[in-house]
């Protein structure tokens, strides 16, 4: 099972900020958060990913709390181009060489003009 | 920077039939993955190759599934005979490996079985 919680669907205003959460209340010390998206027909891509601190590249910037109980993925300005699916993984615990991402379902974010 | 190859991007096939999927992976990248994602869900891993080995393949159905990774560069998923419920998008991602778990995808090849 998915180890995050994220809405189902979000939407926000061409040019505005999206601030898309992630709850991951379960997660331990040594275990990432990945940002992944996928646009439709498409297959995932790689958006961003951190351990403690916050993260930013130029696609998105990565918001964890404190306690890493939950992140927060801002794309600062979105465009029509963004809305995709964006799916919260933690990764799951180092075990040997078996190292999953474990996908949920994701948050379908719509772009809107 | 070349990404994932995959090909078919689209295959239709009656059911019984055997059907092959091929992924050529990023240059340098030594783990591969075949992710299955149905309609609305997430993708689901099937198998990771650390080069050449399969070092997780649990999730993969082995009565009809078969996957091959020769010298550790491109990969094959076969699937004989195919089930009208295996239609889903079949997913190739690669990653460089040794604790770099970034992972590249494909565009996958969308399987329909009627």
């Known amino acids: 099972d998915a180890k995050t919680t994220q809405p189902p669907s979000m939407d926000c205003a061409e040019g505005r900020a999206a601030n898309l959460p992630c709850n991951h209340s379960t997660i331990s010390g040594n275990e990432y958060v990945y940002w992944y998206r996928q646009i439709h027909s498409q297959g995932p891509q790689y958006i961003i990913h951190g351990l403690k601190n916050n993260e930013t590249n130029e696609m998105a910037s990565l918001i964890i709390t404190e306690d890493r109980k939950s992140s927060t993925l801002i794309l600062p300005h979105a465009t029509l181009r963004d809305t995709a699916v964006y799916y919260c993984?933690?990764?799951?615990?180092?075990?040997?060489?078996?190292?999953?991402?474990?996908w949920g379902l994701g948050t379908s974010l719509a772009v809107n003009p | 920077e070349a990404g994932v190859v995959q090909s078919p991007r689209y295959k239709i096939i009656e059911k019984k039939q055997p059907v092959a999927f091929w992924c050529n992976p990023i240059?340098?990248?030594?783990?591969l993955y075949w992710y299955l994602q149905n309609l609305g869900q997430g993708p689901e891993l099937l198998i990771r190759?650390?080069?050449?080995?399969?070092?997780?393949d649990s999730q993969l159905p082995k009565d009809r599934f078969s996957a091959e990774r020769l010298k550790g560069v491109d990969s094959t998923l076969k699937i004989q005979p195919a089930e009208l419920g295996d239609s889903a998008v079949y997913l190739c991602?690669?990653?460089?490996?040794?604790?770099?778990?970034?992972?590249?995808f494909g565009p996958g090849t969308r399987l329909t079985v009627l």
């Open positions: 240059s340098g990248h030594n783990t």
């Open positions: 991602a690669s990653s460089l490996g040794q604790g770099r778990d970034t992972q590249y």
């Open positions: 993984i933690v990764r799951d615990s180092y075990a040997g060489n078996n190292r999953k991402l474990i």
């Open positions: 190759y650390e080069n050449e080995e399969a070092v997780d």
